[in-house]
């Protein structure tokens, strides 16, 4: 798969529109069944230690939770970058954070491994 700026930008919108909705279920199609995911609010809302989670199931009730304690979460799309099997889409969170995914994605278009990165403007 060739992503294209085109593309790269309605992956994020989209995205961007179910995290939005709160749409979990909207969210995790576009990631595989074992996706690897890593934040460093893994730890803070999950216990585990290392910020990584492994398959839809275990980030699935990571992003619930989540989901659970910011009920008023809204990302507010700001940029996507393209890379040549990734796409990094730059936001900002409701709550005053500029955030960064960084996604890999397989020849399906579907990500495969994320990592997210923040930065707590309101500090």
């Known amino acids: 798969m060739t992503i294209t700026k085109q593309w790269a930008e309605s992956f994020a919108r ?3 529109e179910a995290w ?3 749409d979990l279920e909207r969210v995790l199609s ?3 069944d074992d996706f690897e995911m890593s ?3 893994i730890a803070q809302f999950t216990g585990e230690a290392s910020g990584l989670l492994v398959g839809k199931a275990r980030v ?3 992003w619930q939770a989540a989901l659970q304690k ?3 979460l809204h990302f507010d ?3 996507v970058l393209v890379g040549s099997s990734s796409i990094v889409i730059y936001y900002r969170t409701s709550f005053g954070r500029r955030a960064a995914e960084v996604l890999c994605l ?3 278009g579907l990500v495969y491994r994320a990592a997210a990165h923040y930065v707590d403007d309101a500090a």
């Open 14 to 16: 989209d995205w961007v």
């Open 20 to 22: 939005n909705a709160h």
């Open 30 to 32: 576009h990631y595989t």
């Open 39 to 41: 934040s460093p609010f």
């Open 60 to 62: 699935s009730a990571y």
């Open 70 to 72: 910011v009920p008023n």
């Open 77 to 79: 799309l700001q940029s």
């Open 106 to 108: 397989n020849q399906a």
